[in-house]
């Protein structure tokens, strides 16, 4: 597997989990919140694995030719990120509502 393949499902399985814990472990009044946070991890780390390269090397030239590389890759394991954050978000937030609803009824 090449590095892009690795790339985008580390960042899919890494902001889904975090998107996930977050959304269970914190209750935000709004949906603001929930689509605010499926769109900052999945960018965070897909930066922070983009960038990690140069941050442990030593060589100053290598910033150049990341620079012109970056949004190759960064926009793909975004993408790869944010759309099965939106999916856990939209579970999550579905699931409270139908346990509000049977807890209502009850």
Avoid: H, Q
Avoid at 3 to 27: E, H, M, N
């Amino acid at each position: 597997m090449n590095l892009f393949k690795v790339g985008v499902l580390l960042i899919a399985v890494l902001s889904t989990a975090v998107v996930a814990f977050i959304s269970c472990a914190k209750r935000p009044s709004g949906k603001f919140w929930y689509l605010l946070a499926a769109l900052i991890v999945p960018m965070a780390l897909a930066n922070g694995l983009y960038w990690s390269a140069v941050w442990l090397t030593t060589d100053p030239s290598a910033i150049g030719d990341y620079k012109a590389w970056e949004f190759v890759f960064l926009i793909p394991w975004f993408i790869a990120g944010a759309i099965p954050s939106f999916a856990v978000v939209l579970v999550i937030r579905r699931a409270r509502s139908n346990m509000s609803r049977s807890s209502r009824t009850e």
